[in-house]
């Protein structure tokens, strides 16, 4: 996802939360975010504020890779989906093939002579 995280130190506002730079996953404008509390549940579980979900354009089965910074910050960064693996790895092997080299018409035309040698075999 492109979502870039700002300066961590960020700023107070009015309110007096600490306020940080982040780049909506969905136009790439700044935005910014209050600090806002999760709770943790007996099950390790929580729920994220609907402001940061939004704003990272996370939905139902988004996966989150979580790591401890050197201040001992919690890390949250949203990881591609299987699409978007997928559409990354889309072509990836084509620079190993030769000019006129057909992979699939290969492959289909092994399938057709193991059929062909099973049904002879019988």
């Known amino acids: 996802m492109p979502v870039s995280h ?11 939360w600490r306020s940080r730079l982040v780049l909506d996953a969905r136009t790439g404008a ?6 806002a509390t999760s709770t943790l549940t007996r099950k390790n579980q929580i729920t994220l504020p609907a402001e940061i979900v939004r704003a990272l354009d996370l939905a139902p089965g988004s996966q989150l890779a979580w790591s401890i910074g050197p201040d001992g910050t919690l890390i949250g960064t949203p990881q591609p989906d299987r699409a978007q693996r997928a559409a990354a790895a889309y072509g990836v092997g084509r620079r ?3 000019p006129g080299d057909d992979p699939v018409r290969d492959l289909i035309a092994e399938r057709l002579a193991d059929e062909d040698s099973y049904s002879t075999e019988e």
Do not use: E, S
């Open 6 to 16: 700002g300066d961590a130190k960020g700023t107070d506002d009015r309110a007096g």
């Open 96 to 98: 190993f093939l030769h």
């Open 30 to 35: 700044p935005y910014t975010c209050g600090m």
